[in-house]
Structures are given as structure tokens and as C-alpha cells.
């Protein structure tokens, strides 16, 4: 039986570390420097809250096909799916792949392959991590074969598109990239796409820079839209209905680990030539605080007001707030001296109310920020038994405004 070594247990690395585990035909070693990452995975359980991947994580290592430990072992094929996040200055932090792969180097042997999994600046496979497995003396390319082999997952669908998109396979030679194919073949039944690894960075990255740009210009026309006193949502709605075009829809922002970082990584590579790019950038993380100034307008007049906001996540249905718009929004209403309460049902962190009712007593605007499957049930009526002004902001759309104004509420709409 072959075995796999996946460095990094996080998003990525252990629905992938599952899904191999799962074929029965690999053992697969997973690393991770948290230790209580490593320990909740030895127990069979998983921090990660996705459908499907606890029960798996759970069989596979009561099989025994799963192991977790904080340092490398000897493996046929290393992958690595570590995080990439931006510095405050807004370029790649890579110490982690860095790092990882410096910490193979000694367990590396004739005949290895390693894949990066990680989303990275172009060039970073051939600039970075080659010369850094080079170290093993190991000819690179004939004994040791590398690609890139970016996830494109999308958070809360992740065991369900591991198994069935399409894959970009980026080898530094063609035996790179076909032995990464046959590899993934074990469990993927999406199309495999083979190039070469900078093609594949920069095709990964196109992916979520389309999506940004694409946001960016749903949240301009929000903007306009608000101007010119048309509805943004049914505008969109009807525009789409044209074969092609596929406008994306606006928001409070533009949060997760991957849409508002990884742009950046193309500006980092050729600041000059990527204006487009940069400024969708800016616009998205301008919504926050396009968002707070709507609320501090419409709050105008009341003595110290409360606002309840609900959706602290970056995004539907997750539990994940990295880079949520929701915090930003939070943050600087709390920098008016407001008095706010969050709640967020996929959420229970201390500085949240712990109930939509406490959350809600008292409230002169109700805040939608996040289209939780939960909040399409909200009552209006309870609601309105609740709050101290029957104001609600829905940046989202998801509320029937109908509805709400029947319970006797002011409904503003982002985009309207
Ligand atoms: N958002 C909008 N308007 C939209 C769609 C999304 O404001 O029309 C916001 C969301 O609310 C969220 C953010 O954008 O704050 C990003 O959410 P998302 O669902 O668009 O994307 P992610 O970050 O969860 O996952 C993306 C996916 N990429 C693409 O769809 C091209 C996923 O397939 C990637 O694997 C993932 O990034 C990644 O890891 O790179």
C-alpha cells in the first residue's frame, strides 16, 4: 500500500488527507504544527464544519487509513495545503509553504512526488519550491517530480466538489503531471486539465480574480443604483436573463480566505498593469464602510442607539469568519460608540449575544448581513415584539420586504 503525507490539516488538507484515506487504497499521514488540531483528528473528530467530512475523517481513522501527527514521515507523495495569507502590505506570505517544505527535504527519497496544493503567486513552484526540495541532492524533475495542483473547493460544498470538479494539473514536466493525474484519478471524477505549474497558479488565481471583479461591479451598480433610486437586485436579476451575462450579486463585502486575497498576488507580480484588478480590490473592501455610514445615517437622531447585526460569517451557511465583511462592519460602528449586538447561529463565540432574542431586545435597526439559511424564517412579527424602532437592513436581499412592512417596519435595501 502506498502511502501519502499531507502537510497542513486545515480546509483543504483534511478533506484531501479524507478523501485519499477513503479510496482504502492509501495510507495517508496528515501533519499539522497545531497540536490540537493533530489530537482532535487522532479522536476521530474535526473542527471543520462541512457536511460529510467528520463522518469520513471518523471512519478513516477508526480503519486506521488515517493517522495525524505533528511531524513528517517517509511517503510516496507529499502534498501540501498549507495557508497563503497576504501580509499587511498586501503581498504572499509563503513561510508556511516555505516552512513545510523545508521540513520534507529530509524525508525525501528517489521516486517522490510533491504537490502543492496551496493557492500562490506565479512562478512560486518553479522560484521557491524547487529550489528548496533541491536541497535533498535529489535530481528534481527525474528523481523527485513536482506540480502544482491548486484546490478550487468551495467552502461548505468541499467533499462533494473534491470528488466531482474538474482539476487544473500544473507538472514541472509531462511525468510531474501524469503521475499527479493517475494520483488524484483514485478519487476524482471531474476532468483533469494538465499544464504546466506557473499556467496553473495563474489559472487558480484568474478564477477568484474573476469572481472579485465580478462582485466589484455588482457593488458599483448597488451604489449607482441607490443614486438613481432603481432596485440593484431586480435590475440583476433581469440583466442575467440575457444567454450571456452572468452578473454576480452585491453585499456588505467581500470576505473568506481565498476572493479577497488572492488578487493580490496577481498586483504583487505586476503592479503596473493590474489596475482593473486592484481597484475591484478596493471597491469590495470599501462595502463594509459604505455599509456603516448607510446605518449611521438611518440612525441619525436616536440617543445612544443599538444595532443588531446578524451573519457574522464571511459568507451563507459556514461557520468560518476569516476576513468577514460582518467584523469590519462591527468594528466601526463600535468606533461611532454605538451599542451593537451580533448573532450568528452557525457561530457561538464570546463577544456575541448567545440568543437572537437578547440580540434583538431593544434594537433600532435590524441588520442583515449574511443570507443564513436560518434567518429566512425570521417572524417579523416576533421581531417587532422585540425591537425598540421597526427599522431592518437587508444587504443581502433575503428578506420579503412585503412581509416586514405588513409587521410595521422601515425595510432599506442595499442597492435600492
Ligand atoms: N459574494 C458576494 N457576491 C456574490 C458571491 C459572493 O458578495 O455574488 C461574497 C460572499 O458573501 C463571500 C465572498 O464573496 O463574502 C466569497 O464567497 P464565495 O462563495 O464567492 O467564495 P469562497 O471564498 O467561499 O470560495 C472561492 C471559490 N472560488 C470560485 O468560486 C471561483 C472556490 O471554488 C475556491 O476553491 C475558493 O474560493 C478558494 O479556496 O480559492
Redesign the pocket.
Known sequence: MKTICVIGLGYIGLPTAAMFASTGKFRVIGVDINGNTVEAIQNGQTHLHEPCLGEKVARCVTQGTLVAQSEPAPADAFIIAVPTPITSDKQADLSYVKASAETLVPFLKPNNLVILES?VPPRTTQDILIPILAKSGLEIGRQILVAHCP?????GRICYEMEHNSRIIGGINDISAQRTKQLYATFVKGEMYLTDATSAEMAKLM??T??DVN?AL?NELARISNKLGVNVWEAIAMANKHPRVNL????P????H??AV?PWFIVEKAPQEARLIRLAREINDSMPSHVALTIKQELEGIASPKVTLLGMT??ANVNDCRES?SLKVKNILESFSFQVAAYDPMLRTANMASTLEEALAGSDLVVILVNHDAFASLDPAKVASLVRNRTVFDTKNMLEAAAWEKAGFKVIKLGC
Do not use: F, M, Q, S
Open positions: 493557492t484546490e478550487r473547493v468551495l467552502p478564477e477568484n474573476y469572481r462582485i455588482a454576480h450579486l452585491p453585499g463585502g467581500v470576505g473568506g481565498c476572493i488572492d464571511y459568507k465583511p
